[in-house]
Antibody
């Protein structure tokens, strides 16, 4: 049974870097799946942040790409998220989730759906 | 990045059927059969209901069904139950942004 658990500071100061870790249990992140981050500001909708494959293939939301880095520690079966220069608008519940791979002719990318999801962690940006 | 368009709210009585629409463009919903739907109860993580337009993961009730016509995808729920009251989100693969979510729809069971 695949389980994902997000962890990290619940409070980040404006202009600093938000850092979160997603620990995956019951399944290896070295598999034919992408692993992604999605966030949800309080009372608002879902926003995809980015997804990564263990080969290093990474896709980011264009609106966040300049500030986001997603990485993996395969020895710890963990996915990480770094979002720099944060502001109040980055306050949100951050989820990690697994996504299947879309295979094309000579290319691959994450499919659009996520299952399962972690329980999420609230990060507040405030001084 | 423009979100897919969903109605802010829909409602129905127990036992009735409702449909939630999700409108995109020719670069996302209209161009790919990769639309998914999620159910989210307050304080909980989203749960996958439908993927690839109309496929249901194991364990999801067959009261939930998905379809697509042109640039609009739809989620239908039959035999409404009180437990169906939740927020519902669609998302789609996109040629321009890889993937995009809808703004969400609040379902109220009267």
């Amino acid at each position: 049974q695949v389980q994902l658990q997000e962890s990290g500071p619940g409070l980040v100061r404006p202009s600093e870097t938000l850092s979160l870790t997603c620990t995956v249990s019951g399944y290896s992140i070295i598999s034919s799946y992408y692993w992604g981050w999605i966030r949800q500001p309080p009372g608002k909708g879902l926003e995809w942040i980015g997804s990564m494959y263990h080969s290093g293939s990474t896709f980011y939301n264009p609106s966040l790409q300049s500030r986001v880095t997603i990485s993996m520690d395969t020895s710890k079966n963990q996915l990480s998220l770094k979002l720099n220069s944060v502001a109040a608008a980055d306050t949100a519940v951050y989820y990690c989730a697994r996504a299947p791979m879309l295979l094309g002719s000579g290319w691959y990318s994450p499919k659009n759906w996520f299952d399962p999801w972690g329980q999420g962690t609230l990060v507040t940006v405030s001084s | 990045q423009s979100a897919l368009t969903q109605p802010a709210s829909v409602s129905g009585s127990p036992g009735q059927s409702i449909t939630i629409s999700c409108t995109g463009t020719s670069t996302d919903v209209g161009n790919y059969n990769y639309v998914s739907w999620y159910q989210q109860h307050p304080g909980k993580a989203p749960k996958l209901l439908i993927y690839d337009v109309s496929d249901r993961p194991s364990g999801v009730s067959d009261r939930f069904s998905g379809s697509k016509s042109g640039n609009t995808a739809s989620l239908s729920i039959s035999g409404l139950q009180a437990e169906d009251e939740a927020d519902y989100y669609c998302n789609s693969y996109s040629s321009s942004t890889t993937l995009v979510f809808g703004g969400g729809t609040k379902l109220t069971v009267l």
